[in-house]
């Protein structure tokens, strides 16, 4: 854990974050060495790592029993690599901007490891926004591409849906629609840098139209090492996530914090209501 906060002060970098992450997953200290090499950057899922989950209880990236014997490559490559090469495929690469519309969920994880650790922006929309706020975010934003739970689809109007290179499915990662035109496997990606643009947090726009925030590698690497040296948590903490991971503290707090350190993480499948809360 400390070589992975040297070098997350370092770099600043989001893909720092990604050796504890890869720890947490196989439970051995010895993927934090491996990454050394190339701790600048975010190799994402290199093709000599392989590991078994622990039990699933403790897996931030499913939500069924998996089998003791599947290796942490194909969880990993299957759940975010694949998806990479999907956007890639149809000509989506570093710089294009992707958005995620849905209530918290262990796949809006997925989603997100899918776009910003290849040079992408990630475009989050809180769950809340009505159908006239997603329209003004998606076309503000220029995303090229949504992923968006079965449960919000709703909010993304036909007019929005037909200027997407791709929707997709969050809940299956299933593409809804496609426009094959732009299938050139032209997208080229890229290892980003510290001050490269991570994502836009589009406020609530309470004085008018929603105001995108950037927030760089750096911004929120900083944030989680913030985090860690003021509030240490390990593999043995629970965290249960009550706001919508589209929430910049959310985001940073209740995924890739827990990430860092290998905490478990609890999804409430509806508000935080109190009666809610209290079972």
Not at 60 to 86: H, M, R, W
Not at 118 to 130: C, K, T
Request: glycine residues 4%; contains cysteine.
């Amino acid at each position: 854990v400390f070589i992975a906060l040297f070098t997350a002060c370092l770099s600043g970098a989001l893909s720092a974050l990604v050796p504890a992450l890869l720890k947490y997953f196989r439970g051995t200290s010895e993927l934090l060495t491996s990454f050394l090499v190339s701790a600048m950057t975010i190799p994402l899922i290199d093709s000599a790592i392989s590991g078994r989950f622990r039990d699933s209880s403790r897996n931030l990236l499913a939500t069924k029993p998996v089998p003791e014997s599947l290796q942490l490559k194909s969880i990993l490559e299957n759940k975010c690599d694949s998806l990479s090469k999907k956007l890639t495929q149809y000509g989506i690469g570093a710089g294009d901007k992707v958005a995620i519309l849905s209530q918290s969920m262990p796949n809006w994880s997925v989603a997100f490891f899918s776009i910003v650790p290849f040079g992408r922006i990630a475009i989050p929309i809180l769950p809340d926004s009505s159908e006239n706020e997603v329209t003004n975010i998606l076309e503000h934003s220029e995303s090229k591409v949504i992923f968006v739970s079965q449960k919000l689809a709703g909010k993304v109007n036909q007019e929005c849906r037909d200027k997407m290179t791709l929707v997709i499915d969050i809940d299956t990662f299933e593409v809804l629609q496609a426009d094959d035109e732009k299938f050139t496997c032209d997208g080229r990606t890229s290892n980003p840098t510290p001050d490269d643009i991570a994502t836009i947090i589009y406020t609530s726009g309470t004085t008018g139209s929603a105001k995108g925030v950037v927030l760089s590698h750096r911004n929120l690497a900083s944030n989680v090492i913030t985090c860690y040296h003021s509030c240490k948590r390990t593999d043995k903490d629970r965290w249960l996530s009550v706001l919508p991971m589209a929430h910049t503290l959310e985001m940073t707090l209740s995924m890739l914090y827990p990430m860092y350190c290998g905490a478990t993480v609890y999804y409430l499948p509806k508000p935080p209501v109190a009666s809610l809360l209290m079972k």
